[in-house]
């Protein structure tokens, strides 16, 4: 951050936007925009909750970082100088005083943080220099002599992999090491000159930093993010943004390619740094100097991971980013890193006096609703019984007593863990009590056996053991579910529930019913929290009714005439039924070929029409011709949850690059997908790729299913306590609801674009249906059968004004 620029901010303590403050918007922002970025400008300025609402296309992201970037810039200082201010002040006098001193104690402190990003941005720099001349030097005993052009090749190198081309473009670069330079080592290189200010010293100045903490779903959203934050005009040079990730995602060791899941790569990570068993990783050892990259350049995770593998300047990203972390102005985290209790310890990341702001806020529940299950398969429990087996009988003797006695209570558990499940008959859902006491398992220390396998760590013991005499290759981590939900027990209440499904591959789900509102915790103390999505209600939000709450609901920047939006409840006189019970009539099936027939030959580009379910859309394709409608190339959103991890993105990447092919090619082509599934949440289908998004049916989750059953009625038991509060009809209906918002969100991606949007289901006319529509689209939506509707499209589809734009 600039000093300068936040001092100018402290000598007026109560900056405020202007009406027409663009907080740094790279181009003429819409007056949409405008009101949504003063909202976030002020939430941020008076602290609270801000949940902010604006439909897919209208620049959200963008809205949300400029007025925060700016924010930060001009506050900073002026928060530092009012935190350092103690609150009793006994006269006007001394409290002038007291003020001055802390202003200039703020000043100090800025100084440092300066100094020492100063320091950073230069042993970045010239560690990058110093390992091509090493490097150089190096090969130069190898090839026999001294080669200029060949360090001038490495280092230019360097300078790319490092990101810093601009930085030597006005800088002079070091010539070539001299020979008498060749002996010393890169450590005694990179820490010449000495380095003036100690990590205690950095420790103690960027404590209690202020820090702006962006949350998306995944890292491809991050990714967008971060080149968002490049094209704000008010991101001061100095600002440092780091990208936080799990190990798997960032880790570039040889040994990634031997894990078998998450918990073993962390495992390997931790021998290999240790050089135990037999494996050596240094990477770690680079850490600070991959922390003096991450705060000098902005990286997405790709980058990051890129930057690690370099053969010149690598290291490990992970612990790079984690030692990065709290000289961070800003930081990037998944949903996943931030609602889990134990990632958070483990990365460091703290809430308490931060900005929090959660983009694609309508996934935020679901998130942490899985962040706080753990499920454990009857295999699991069977691989662990013979995993604690064998591992007792080969070191059981060795064990003190206490420990031992721990390992066979252990193994008790999971063999009747194993027992239990073998001899479920139906599904049920039990409280935490009625389960242990249906288990056998009420006797048992359950704290005592956490804390066993917490400080042996015998699940990696046992992990280590099992492939070190090839038990049973693959599931040795048999063990580490038995762990986690020994851990979720441990600290499980009331309104927790364990669903347990029979058969052939029988599970137990420990499901947190209030998950929620432990969550809501970690958001009181957080200076400002910022919800934002395309469609948001506070009463399905992790929110802290008792703070200041402040809400905006924007339109679309595309004028009425690009968008078409028609509830199509009828075909003739008869209504459009897609209810589970009757969609597979044959009636209702003939409509809906006819529907989709007529609708695809009239539109020019894209069709997209988004299916409640697969085995709806199997239904559908059974019953048409050939991989064609309307003389149109026809695609389908595959299945492939049983397959390999990744294979399901995969197979929707594929899918929608042969529909973007097709669509180039042929001028039109025809897409079925499913509501929920990967191509109907985080895909651009911007311009001819969709000029028509029709959805079928309401896809609500399964009625049937026990862990929406619980949640419902303890929903309901929280409505009945608390007014007002989301009862279990409004969660079942809302997450049938999102799922439609999402679909139609995938069209209509910038101001020029154009789309049009059928609903088909004679629900979709019921008003209670129509209020959880997003706003933008109700504003546009009439309802009438589909002959109208299909009248209008050809209409809208042949009309002058959007081929025109």
């Given at each position: 951050?600039?000093?300068?620029?936040?001092?100018?901010?402290?000598?007026?303590?109560?900056?405020?936007?202007?009406?027409?403050?663009?907080?740094?918007?790279?181009?003429?922002?819409?007056q949409?925009?405008?009101?949504?970025?003063?909202?976030?400008?002020?939430t941020?300025?008076?602290?609270?909750?801000g949940?902010?609402?604006?439909?897919?296309?209208?620049?959200?992201?963008?809205?949300?970082?400029?007025?925060?970037?700016?924010?930060?810039?001009?506050?900073e200082?002026?928060i530092?100088?009012?935190?350092?201010?103690p609150?009793?002040?006994?006269?006007?006098?001394?409290?002038?005083?007291?003020?001055?001193?802390?202003?200039?104690?703020?000043?100090?402190?800025?100084?440092?943080?300066?100094?020492?990003?100063?320091?950073?941005?230069?042993?970045?720099?010239?560690?990058v220099?110093?390992?091509?001349?090493?490097?150089?030097?190096?090969?130069?005993?190898?090839?026999?002599?001294?080669?200029q052009?060949?360090?001038?090749?490495?280092?230019?190198?360097?300078?790319?992999?490092?990101?810093?081309?601009?930085?030597?473009k006005?800088?002079h670069?070091q010539?070539?090491?001299a020979?008498s330079?060749?002996?010393?080592?890169?450590?005694?290189?990179?820490?010449?000159?000495?380095?003036?200010?100690?990590?205690?010293?950095?420790?103690?100045?960027?404590?209690?930093?202020?820090?702006?903490?962006f949350?998306?779903?995944?890292?491809?959203?991050?990714?967008?993010?971060?080149r968002?934050?490049?094209?704000?005009?008010?991101?001061?040079?100095?600002?440092?943004?780091?990208?936080?990730?799990a190990?798997?995602?960032?880790?570039v060791?040889?040994?990634?390619?031997?894990?078998?899941?998450?918990?073993?790569?962390?495992?390997?990570?931790?021998?290999?740094?240790?050089r135990?068993?037999?494996?050596?990783?240094?990477?770690?050892?680079?850490?600070e100097?991959?922390?003096?990259?991450?705060?000098?350049?902005?990286?997405?995770i790709?980058?990051?991971?890129?930057?690690g593998?370099?053969?010149?300047?690598?290291?490990c990203?992970?612990?790079?980013?984690?030692?990065?972390?709290q000289?961070?102005?800003?930081?990037?985290?998944?949903?996943?890193s931030?609602?889990s209790?134990?990632?958070?310890?483990?990365?460091?990341?703290?809430?308490?006096?931060?900005?929090l702001?959660?983009?694609?806020?309508?996934?935020?529940?679901?998130?942490?609703?899985?962040?706080?299950?753990?499920?454990?398969?009857?295999?699991?429990?069977?691989?662990?019984v013979?995993?604690?087996?064998?591992?007792?009988?080969?070191?059981?003797?060795?064990?003190?007593?206490k420990n031992?006695?721990?390992l066979?209570?252990?193994?008790?558990?999971?063999?009747?863990?194993?027992?239990?499940?073998?001899?479920?008959e139906?599904?049920?859902?039990?409280?935490?009590?009625?389960?242990?006491?249906?288990?056998?398992?009420?006797?048992?220390d359950?704290p005592?056996?956490?804390?066993?396998?917490?400080?042996?760590?015998?699940?990696?013991?046992v992990?280590?053991?099992?492939e070190?005499?090839?038990?049973?290759?693959?599931?040795?981590?048999?063990?580490?579910?038995?762990?986690?939900?020994?851990?979720?027990?441990?600290f499980?209440?009331?309104?927790?529930?364990?669903i347990?499904?029979?058969?052939?591959?029988?599970?137990?789900?420990?499901?947190?019913?209030?998950?929620?509102?432990?969550?809501?915790?970690?958001?009181?103390?957080?200076?400002?929290?910022?919800?934002?999505?395309?469609?948001?209600?506070?009463?399905?939000?992790?929110?802290?009714?008792?703070?200041?709450?402040?809400?905006f609901?924007?339109?679309?920047?595309?004028?009425?005439?690009h968008?078409?939006?028609?509830y199509?409840?009828?075909?003739?006189?008869?209504?459009?039924?897609?209810?589970?019970?009757?969609?597979?009539?044959?009636?209702?099936?003939?409509?809906?070929?006819?529907?989709?027939?007529k609708?695809?030959?009239?539109?020019?580009?894209?069709?997209?029409?988004?299916?409640?379910?697969?085995?709806?859309?199997?239904v559908?394709?059974?019953?048409?011709?050939?991989?064609?409608?309307?003389?149109?190339?026809?695609?389908?959103?595959q299945?492939?949850?049983?397959?390999?991890?990744?294979?399901?993105?995969?197979?929707?990447?594929?899918?929608?690059?042969?529909f973007?092919?097709?669509?180039?090619?042929?001028?039109?082509?025809?897409?079925?997908?499913v509501?929920?599934?990967?191509?109907?949440?985080?895909?651009?289908?911007?311009?001819?790729?969709?000029?028509?998004?029709?959805?079928?049916?309401?896809?609500?989750?399964?009625?049937?299913?026990?862990?929406?059953?619980?949640?419902?009625?303890?929903?309901d038991?929280?409505?009945?306590?608390e007014?007002g509060?989301?009862?279990?009809?409004?969660?079942?209906?809302?997450?049938?609801?999102?799922?439609?918002?999402?679909?139609?969100?995938?069209?209509?991606?910038?101001?020029?674009d154009?789309?049009?949007?059928?609903?088909?289901?004679?629900?979709?006319?019921?008003p209670?249906i129509?209020?959880?529509?997003?706003?933008?689209?109700?504003?546009?939506?009439?309802?009438?059968?589909f002959?109208t509707?299909?009248?209008?499209?050809?209409?809208?589809?042949?009309?002058?004004?959007?081929s025109?734009?």
């Amino acid at each position: 951050m600039e000093p300068a620029m936040a001092a100018a901010a402290t000598r007026d303590p109560e900056v405020r936007a202007s009406e027409q403050d663009t907080f740094g918007f790279p181009h003429l922002p819409y007056q949409c925009q405008m009101q949504f970025m003063a909202c976030v400008y002020e939430t941020l300025d008076l602290g609270g909750i801000g949940i902010l609402e604006s439909p897919t296309g209208t620049g959200k992201t963008l809205s949300l970082l400029c007025p925060s970037l700016a924010w930060l810039r001009r506050r900073e200082l002026s928060i530092l100088a009012e935190e350092l201010t103690p609150a009793d002040q006994e006269s006007d006098l001394w409290a002038q005083h007291i003020r001055t001193q802390a202003q200039l104690s703020a000043e100090r402190v800025w100084e440092r943080r300066r100094e020492w990003r100063e320091q950073r941005k230069s042993r970045a720099r010239r560690s990058v220099a110093l390992v091509a001349s090493d490097c150089c030097c190096q090969l130069r005993h190898q090839q026999g002599g001294p080669s200029q052009a060949l360090h001038a090749g490495l280092l230019a190198q360097a300078l790319t992999s490092s990101g810093t081309q601009q930085q030597s473009k006005r800088r002079h670069v070091q010539p070539p090491v001299a020979e008498s330079q060749e002996n010393l080592s890169l450590e005694a290189l990179y820490l010449e000159p000495p380095v003036t200010r100690t990590q205690q010293h950095s420790e103690e100045a960027f404590q209690q930093k202020l820090q702006i903490i962006f949350c998306s779903r995944t890292h491809s959203q991050l990714a967008q993010v971060l080149r968002e934050i490049k094209t704000s005009q008010e991101v001061p040079e100095n600002l440092a943004v780091v990208t936080l990730g799990a190990r798997q995602s960032l880790c570039v060791h040889a040994l990634k390619s031997r894990a078998k899941g998450g918990q073993h790569l962390n495992d390997l990570c931790r021998l290999a740094t240790e050089r135990r068993a037999g494996l050596v990783c240094d990477l770690k050892k680079s850490a600070e100097a991959m922390a003096d990259v991450f705060l000098s350049q902005m990286m997405d995770i790709e980058a990051m991971a890129e930057r690690g593998r370099a053969p010149v300047g690598g290291g490990c990203p992970y612990y790079g980013s984690r030692r990065a972390l709290q000289e961070a102005d800003v930081v990037l985290v998944p949903y996943a890193s931030l609602v889990s209790a134990e990632t958070r310890r483990k990365l460091g990341l703290r809430t308490e006096g931060n900005v929090l702001i959660f983009d694609e806020a309508h996934n935020l529940l679901e998130a942490i609703g899985e962040s706080n299950s753990v499920t454990v398969t009857l295999q699991q429990a069977k691989c662990s019984v013979e995993d604690l087996e064998a591992y007792g009988q080969h070191y059981e003797a060795r064990l003190s007593p206490k420990n031992a006695l721990q390992l066979r209570q252990l193994r008790q558990l999971s063999l009747q863990l194993h027992r239990y499940m073998g001899a479920l008959e139906k599904p049920c859902a039990l409280t935490v009590g009625a389960f242990l006491v249906a288990l056998g398992a009420d006797h048992f220390d359950l704290p005592s056996l956490a804390d066993f396998l917490l400080h042996t760590e015998l699940p990696r013991k046992v992990r280590h053991f099992a492939e070190r005499f090839a038990l049973k290759p693959g599931t040795s981590s048999s063990v580490y579910a038995i762990s986690d939900l020994l851990k979720a027990l441990q600290f499980s209440s009331t309104e927790d529930r364990i669903i347990c499904e029979p058969g052939t591959e029988a599970s137990l789900r420990y499901l947190s019913l209030d998950a929620e509102a432990r969550f809501r915790e970690i958001l009181v103390a957080a200076r400002a929290v910022l919800f934002a999505g395309g469609t948001l209600e506070a009463r399905e939000l992790p929110v802290d009714v008792t703070r200041p709450l402040r809400s905006f609901s924007g339109p679309h920047v595309v004028p009425s005439s690009h968008i078409l939006v028609r509830y199509v409840t009828h075909a003739g006189t008869q209504p459009l039924d897609f209810r589970k019970d009757q969609r597979s009539c044959d009636q209702t099936l003939a409509q809906l070929r006819l529907i989709l027939t007529k609708a695809a030959s009239a539109t020019h580009g894209g069709a997209v029409f988004f299916f409640p379910s697969y085995e709806y859309l199997s239904v559908i394709a059974q019953t048409l011709d050939g991989s064609r409608l309307a003389g149109r190339r026809l695609f389908m959103e595959q299945n492939r949850r049983g397959g390999q991890s990744g294979g399901v993105k995969n197979d929707a990447a594929t899918t929608l690059q042969s529909f973007a092919s097709a669509v180039r090619e042929d001028g039109s082509a025809v897409l079925f997908a499913v509501s929920g599934a990967s191509l109907s949440e985080g895909i651009d289908f911007k311009d001819d790729l969709c000029r028509l998004v029709a959805v079928i049916g309401l896809p609500y989750p399964n009625a049937s299913d026990l862990a929406m059953l619980e949640k419902m009625r303890f929903l309901d038991a929280c409505a009945k306590r608390e007014q007002g509060s989301l009862t279990g009809r409004d969660y079942y209906t809302g997450k049938c609801m999102k799922a439609v918002n999402q679909c139609v969100g995938r069209s209509i991606r910038h101001a020029k674009d154009w789309s049009a949007i059928l609903l088909l289901d004679h629900r979709y006319g019921q008003p209670q249906i129509q209020q959880k529509i997003a706003g933008w689209l109700r504003t546009e939506a009439t309802a009438g059968t589909f002959e109208t509707a299909m009248c209008e499209l050809k209409r809208f589809m042949d009309s002058s004004c959007p081929s025109s734009q």
